[in-house]
Structures are given as C-alpha cells and as structure tokens.
T-cell receptor
Framework: DSGVTQTPKHLITATGQRVTLRCSPR?????VYWYQQSLDQGLQFLIQ???????AKGNILERFSAQQFPDLHSELNLSSLELGDSALYFC?????????????FGQGTRLTVV | GDSVTQMEGPVTLSEEAFLTINCTYT??????LFWYVQYPGEGLQLLLK?????DKGSNKGFEATYRKETTSFHLEKGSVQVSDSAVYFC??????????FGSGTRLLVRP
C-alpha cells in the first residue's frame, strides 16, 4: 500500500458526461500528479500541483481540469467525455517537487466511457 | 522536450535467465532517473533510482547505472523469477518538475 488513495476504483459513464476523480496523497506529501494510462499511449503526464498551485502541465486536454485543495487532496474533472477517454487514471504524490524526489502511485481509477 | 525511450516488449525469458531492459533518455540539465514496476491490476511502484552520473540504483536484485555519456539507464537482473513478470517503466525528472515516463516494457518469465 503506497498510502495514495484514489476513488472510485471503477467508473462507467456515457459519452458527453462529466466525471470527477479524487486523490488523497500520502500524509505529508505536498505534490500531486495526474497521469493517464491507455493501451496505445502508455503513461501520459497530465498535470502536477504543489501545495495548491499548478506546477507543471503536460498534454492535458481543455476538456480536463484539475485542482488541489487546501487539505492537499486533488480532483481531476473530465467533461464532454469521448470513447477515447477510456483509460486508467493514476494519481501520484511526493513530499516535494525537486529533481530527486520519488513519487508514489495510487491504484488508479479505471474509466470506461460507453 | 524531455523524453524517455524504452525497448519494445514483450520480453519473454525463462526462469533464472539474465534480464536487460534498455532505456535511453533526452533531457536538458541533469535529470534524476527512475525505474518503476507495475504488476497486473496494480499501480506503479518505485523499483530503484539514481540521481547523478555513475550512480547505481539497486533493489530486489535489480540494478541500473546512470550513464551520462550514453544517456542511458538500462535495467538488469542476474536471475529472473516468475514473480518478476510485470511491466517496467523507465522515467526521468528534471528541473521542469515533470516526471516523464517511457512507454513501458512488459516482461514475461516462464517457469
């Protein structure tokens, strides 16, 4: 158990809908990362927050947004869902955001868009 | 931009065989390098890391050496077990804060 908690574990929804994925980082970790893992795209970096502020952005679609709250948990919002958004979404956390910092991953949320 | 390239999988080996999974990177500055492992149905777990040139990371019999001259961080294990079957990801982090992963290499170890 990495200490990173993601909910829900599974989510099935229809095209055009909006969903929210939640991540609770390890106790004491200030930095949260979101990744999308699909069969043909590997592990794609979406976005990173550090202590409530956006720190780095990857190939995150405009239909997707995220935030980190004062209690350090984070939410990833996915809207106007398309079939191609079906994937595993991972959250990771780390104590800081320095170059030597290792990240710890949650178990992921499997999103299926039908 | 920064990137990580891993050898294509799957890699299929017999138990007790020697393992090498190649990883090369492109980065500005001086990144830290990581290997993560993902077992079926689970999240990624950190396997080992190296933070500067010539550092060797090691864990559970796995090793990787940070080679700046060849921009490589190849993963090796002298004798694989069936329980090592998983997907292995090479990753880097530099001063841009991003943690960038390779595409992953699936390892299948047969008894």
């Amino acid at each position: 158990d990495s200490g990173v908690t993601q909910t829900p574990k599974h989510l099935i929804t229809a095209t055009g809908q909006r969903v929210t994925l939640r991540c609770s980082p390890r106790s004491g970790d200030l930095s949260v990362y979101w990744y999308q893992q699909s069969l043909d795209q590997g592990l794609q970096f979406l976005i990173q927050y550090y202590n409530g502020e956006e720190r780095a952005k990857g190939n995150i679609l405009e239909r997707f947004s995220a935030q980190q709250f004062p209690d350090l948990h984070s939410e990833l919002n996915l809207s106007s869902l398309e079939l191609g958004d079906s994937a595993l979404y991972f959250c990771a956390s780390s104590v800081g955001a320095g170059v030597n910092t290792e990240a710890f991953f949650g178990q992921g949320t499997r999103l299926t868009v039908v | 931009g920064d990137s990580v390239t891993q050898m294509e999988g799957p890699v299929t080996l017999s138990e007790e065989a020697f393992l090498t999974i190649n990883c090369t990177y492109t980065a500005t500055g001086y990144p830290s390098l990581f290997w993560y492992v993902q077992y079926p149905g689970e999240g990624l777990q950190l396997l080992l890391k190296a933070t500067k040139a010539d550092d060797k990371g090691s864990n559970k019999g796995f090793e990787a050496t940070y080679r700046k001259e060849t921009t490589s961080f190849h993963l090796e294990k002298g004798s694989v077990q069936v329980s090592d079957s998983a997907v292995y990801f090479c990753a880097l982090r530099d001063s841009s804060y991003k943690l960038i992963f390779g595409s992953g290499t699936r390892l299948l170890v047969r008894p």
